[in-house]
Nanobody
Framework: QLQASGGGLVQTGGSLRLSCAASGGSFSNYAMGWFRQAPGKEREFVSTISWSGADTYYADSVKGRFTISTDNAKNTMYLQMNSLKSEDTAVYYC?????????????????WGQGTQVTVSS
């Protein structure tokens, strides 16, 4: 099970940190990811990380502003979002995929959290 939290309302240029708590077993052989879905748009890839934290990958739209990380002791993944823009407004979903290889494709992910709303106001 994945439980996303940390969303909210923030002004342009502000920061938020999203959390994704994983439960129900060991995720050491999983890769994790964040996706987002804005109103009227398809769910898109944001970032992915190996559970060890050694490997990461970002969408161009968030590179340099967002940082993905994991805390193995807490079984939790994070997404630190800085310099937020209005176009970052979306519901953010965390996901896990079996296997250690990273992926930007929604169809590769086996488990999904419920989503947390991020709203950036100008």
């Amino acid at each position: 099970q994945l439980q996303a939290s940390g969303g909210g309302l923030v002004q342009t240029g502000g920061s938020l940190r999203l959390s994704c708590a994983a439960s129900g077993g060991s995720f050491s052989n999983y890769a994790m990811g964040w996706f987002r879905q804005a109103p009227g748009k398809e769910r898109e890839f944001v970032s992915t990380i190996s559970w060890s934290g050694a490997d990461t990958y970002y969408a161009d739209s968030v590179k340099g502003r967002f940082t993905i990380s994991t805390d193995n002791a807490k079984n939790t993944m994070y997404l630190q979002m800085n310099s937020l823009k209005s176009e970052d407004t979306a519901v953010y979903y965390c996901a896990a995929k079996d296997g250690r290889y990273l992926s930007v494709l929604r169809r590769d992910y086996d488990y999904w959290g419920q989503g947390t709303q991020v709203t950036v106001s100008s």
